[in-house]
């Protein structure tokens, strides 16, 4: 029978890069994401129209997203976090030549109060409150969203996260006009229970169908990125997000290392009834070319297993 699809987004040039401390050019990043769509990355998170106070080395992204290769059936995404972000997608719009560069936003919140206070100034009322008409204007211009809720399992500033909180908040999410909702393991203390209990507390919605299409995201702090998403994907999810090299971290999330490997959720989905796309020894070189640009170590274990044989 044919396999199943899980859907794999590709954080590494937004979620990956944000964290680094050097300044990256906006050709290295633009690289970075056309070398992805050619290795069969097919959902990309390309950037974040964001405040440069906040997240310098987002800074660029308008240019990224001005000279990013569109090819068809790649679908671009940048993080929006206001009106304001919004509106700079609105721009590059109205002056591109060529197909649209943004296929899609992504807007955030978190299950915390402290955390979203540390990430965007605001609580996580408030910041719902901010991207309701971020949502509508997008969709009305024919933007999809995705949302991201943060610290799903533990927050660095409250502790362990009451998992009702997350699952009213993804409620809210959907409510609002998401597609879909990716949930962050930020901190990446979770294990296959927590973020099982975590799951099923989320599922008890109205919204079973769509949050099963939905998505998790997994930082690898402790290991357990690809257990998690194992999980999460025997629980019914079809997305999981992924950074190759297992870039990035968190400015607002102290100590959480880079995010699950694409490269290691490829290889555990093999011989499995799944199938995602992207090709493993083409995505091996995007990582360790990233990871030579940014003079950092490849993190996946998988890629380095492969380089080693
Ligand atoms: P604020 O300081 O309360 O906002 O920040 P403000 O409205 O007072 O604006 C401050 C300055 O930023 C102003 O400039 C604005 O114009 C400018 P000034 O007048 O002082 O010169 N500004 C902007 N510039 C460009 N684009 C914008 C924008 N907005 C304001 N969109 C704000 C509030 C939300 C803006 C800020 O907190 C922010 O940008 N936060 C983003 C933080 C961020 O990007 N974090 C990382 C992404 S989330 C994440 O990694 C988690 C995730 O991966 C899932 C997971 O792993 O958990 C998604």
């Known amino acids: 029978s044919p396999k199943e699809i899980?859907?794999?987004v590709e954080v590494g040039?937004?979620?990956?890069?944000?964290?680094e401390k050097a300044v990256i050019p906006p050709a290295t990043k633009i690289e970075l994401v056309n070398r992805l769509a050619r290795a069969g990355s097919n959902?990309?998170?390309?950037?974040?129209?964001?405040?440069?106070?906040?997240?310098?080395?987002?800074?660029g992204t308008f240019e990224?997203?001005?000279?990013?290769?569109?090819?068809?059936?790649?679908?671009?995404?940048?993080?929006?976090?206001?009106?304001?972000?919004l509106e700079g997608v609105f721009s590059l719009h109205e002056t591109h030549k060529g197909p649209r560069p943004v296929d899609e936003i992504a807007i955030f919140t978190a299950a915390t109060d402290a955390f979203a206070k540390a990430n965007t100034n605001c609580t996580v009322t408030e910041s719902l409150a901010r991207l309701a008409p971020v949502t509508r204007a997008a969709l009305d211009r024919g933007l999809k969203v995705r949302g991201y809720v943060s610290v799903v399992i533990t927050c660095p500033y409250s502790g362990k996260v009451d998992y009702k909180r997350v699952r009213d908040?993804?409620?809210e999410l959907f409510e609002m006009g998401c597609y879909?909702?990716?949930?962050?393991?930020?901190?990446?203390?979770?294990n296959p229970t927590s973020v099982g209990e975590m799951l099923e507390t989320v599922m008890k919605t109205s919204l079973v169908d769509k949050l099963a299409a939905g998505d998790i995201f997994f930082h690898d702090t402790f290991g357990m990125g690809v257990a998690n998403?194992?999980?999460?994907?025997?629980?019914?999810?079809?997305?999981l997000d992924s950074s190759v090299a297992g870039l990035g971290g968190c400015p607002y999330s102290p100590g959480a290392t880079g995010n699950v490997a694409t490269e290691d959720i490829l290889y555990a989905l093999q011989d499995t009834r799944f199938t995602a796309a992207g090709d493993l020894d083409a995505l091996v070189d995007v990582g360790f070319w990233i990871s030579e640009q940014l003079?950092?170590?490849?993190?996946?274990?998988?890629?380095?297993?492969?380089?080693?044989?």
Do not use: C
């Not at 998403?229 to 997305?239: D, F, I």
């Open 169 to 171: 908040i993804t409620r």
């Open 229 to 239: 998403a194992m999980k999460a994907v025997e629980m019914g999810v079809r997305t």
């Open 43 to 59: 959902i990309i998170e390309a950037g974040s129209f964001v405040s440069p106070k906040w997240v310098p080395q987002m800074a």
């Open 64 to 85: 990224v997203m001005s000279k990013v290769e569109k090819t068809p059936g790649v679908i671009h995404q940048v993080l929006v976090p206001n009106m304001k972000g």
């Open 13 to 19: 040039p937004r979620d990956g890069l944000q964290n």
């Open 6 to 8: 899980v859907r794999i």
């Open 295 to 309: 003079r950092r170590n490849n993190e996946s274990r998988v890629a380095k297993a492969i380089r080693a044989r």
């Open 180 to 190: 879909e909702v990716s949930l962050g393991d930020t901190v990446g203390t979770g």
